[in-house]
């Protein structure tokens, strides 16, 4: 029994002292003769996941700014979600490009430069913008580790690394408010377990007035944009930079969230 337990716990000591992310690794790119799909690949049973799903919801629920929480979260409850994602990915012409050249978003994948030069209000120059207005970095996303599949691993990823754009369309700033509303459009669009914990349980941490707008008004208009659009990980960003921002909008019938209200979030 204890050996046992033993074995089920290595992934979490093995979590602790794992590398960061490393945005310019392409994902089909395994590590023959090992068991690993990918390069970061973690195995695990179907114990070690419920086990580490336990412990991650657990830590993020209490400390909401653990990246690295949430993404072994969704990790490991996200097959199911990630699989349906798979499969309209496949069935769309933009989407199945994507999957089958496996883009990465990340310092070493941008160009910056070019980013900068695009003209005002265009997807790209609005991108960089937020980046630099809310101070995060594209390489902040950890990388894969417990997805027992590679194209899902990729799914999960793509998803991950395209966050920031669904905070660009949205217009939503990375505080907490910013966040929790992105999560209960995401958790629309994907299904995935931890975009439902995080959407439902996030507002615990928010003051009376911001519970009161969230709830009134920014979860419906949310809920709205993510049932209206069509799956936002078939959009091939990379080469969307130059589109203006209200036009991509337009095509997927995003709206923008209330004047009124904009500055609170």
Request: neutral net charge; proline residues 8%.
């Amino acid at each position: 029994m204890v050996t046992l337990l033993r074995e089920s716990l290595h992934p979490l000591r093995l979590l602790q002292r794992l590398p960061g992310p490393a945005g310019d690794v392409p994902f089909r790119a395994a590590s023959h003769g090992t068991g690993l799909l990918y390069p970061e690949h973690i195995p695990t049973s179907p114990l070690q996941k419920a086990l580490l799903a336990a412990g991650s919801a657990g830590m993020a629920l209490y400390n909401p700014y653990r990246h690295d929480m949430v993404a072994v979260l969704g990790e490991t409850t996200g097959c199911r979600a990630l699989k349906v994602l798979r499969d309209q990915m496949k069935r769309d012409p933009e989407g199945s490009q994507i999957l089958q050249e496996r883009p990465r978003i990340s310092l070493a994948t941008l160009d910056l430069g070019k980013l900068q030069s695009l003209p005002e209000g265009s997807l790209g120059r609005e991108y960089l913008r937020f980046l630099d207005e809310n101070r995060v970095s594209p390489d902040t996303r950890a990388p894969t580790r417990f997805v027992d599949d590679e194209e899902l691993a990729y799914v999960i990823q793509r998803y991950r690394e395209v966050h920031d754009m669904f905070h660009t369309l949205l217009g939503m700033p990375t505080n907490i408010l910013g966040e929790i509303v992105v999560k209960w459009f995401e958790a629309v669009q994907t299904g995935l377990p931890m975009c439902i914990l995080s959407a439902l349980f996030g507002p615990v941490r928010l003051s009376a007035q911001h519970l009161q707008v969230l709830v009134s008004e920014l979860v419906p208009w949310a809920v709205q944009n993510g049932r209206r659009a069509p799956c936002v990980l078939n959009l091939y960003y990379e080469r969307r930079w130059e589109q203006p921002l209200t036009a991509l909008r337009e095509e997927l019938g995003i709206t923008e969230p209330p004047m009124h209200i904009k500055h609170l979030a």
